[in-house]
């Protein structure tokens, strides 16, 4: 009798927490998204705002398992590069030639060059094929309350409420990464709030489906950024293992001064005879070498993986 009623106590707990978790959560939850609200509308954010975009929003459990669960991509350089870069250069060419008008435009504006613009294009949303399928608010929400860098998200999840009440695009559109990045060019909130541009001067910013938008958006964010236009990103240069050495010290010199060191780019030819400052990279048992310049820098604020900037620099290479 006693095993059968601790059996029937062991059930009734089990169900009563299962129950209650829900219960609690949402509370939480709610008692989280009051909190924010005034936060919010002390922001500059209409109660009507949020409303509408708080509607039906509840967190996504996906999201906060990505989240706390990335894996870790053991990827060499080379495997990263065969990846991102190779299988991009064909569509990207055809894709520059049909869009070349505008980009030559766009360029010649913010003075950028545009295989870097469809670079980024293509490397941040595959030429806007892949640009996320979660809900913007829903996803920041989530990452907001579940607290591992609340205040991050909090602060993002403003920039996207106000990119709502300019009316640039309807909630229900407002999609992207699982971690708030928006649209073709995958845009942070506060990266749309300080660069996206209205291109084609509808009125709109429309970084999700205009064209004219996302590559005007990309350009002013890399010309804002300090981009130079009289220099390239950097050169991919002939490897040899002394190189190696070289890299680990990490010091910029002077073109000049590597080119007296005896160092060229990879087909042979000699480095420009000039004082830009230079940085050489060479990824761990890639046998290449590469050496950076200050529109590396540049790259870097979009995304601070040198292996990104390296495919972004190749794949651009790769398009002219």
Known sequence: MKL???LLFFLFFTLFLSQSAPAENKRSFNKWKANFKTRAMKEGITEKTFD???KGIRPNKKIIKLDHHQPELKKTFLQYF???VPPRIKEGRKLLSIHKDLLEK?????HVPYEVIVALWGSESNFGKLTGGFS???ALATLSYDGRRGEFFM???IHALKIMQDNHIKVANMKGSWAGAMGQCQFMPSSFTSFAVDENGNGHIDIWHNIHDVFGSIANYLHKSGWNPDQPWGYQIKYNKSLERLAKLKTKKPLNYWKKAGITMIDGRELPNTSWAGLIVVPENSKRAFLLLDNAKVLLKWNRSTWFVLSIGLLSDGLQ
């Open 4 to 6: 059968l009623n601790s």
């Open 52 to 54: 509408s975009a708080f």
């Open 82 to 84: 065969e990846n991102r």
């Open 106 to 110: 766009i360029s010649k504006k913010y």
């Open 136 to 138: 913007t608010i829903q």
């Open 155 to 157: 602060s993002e999840l």
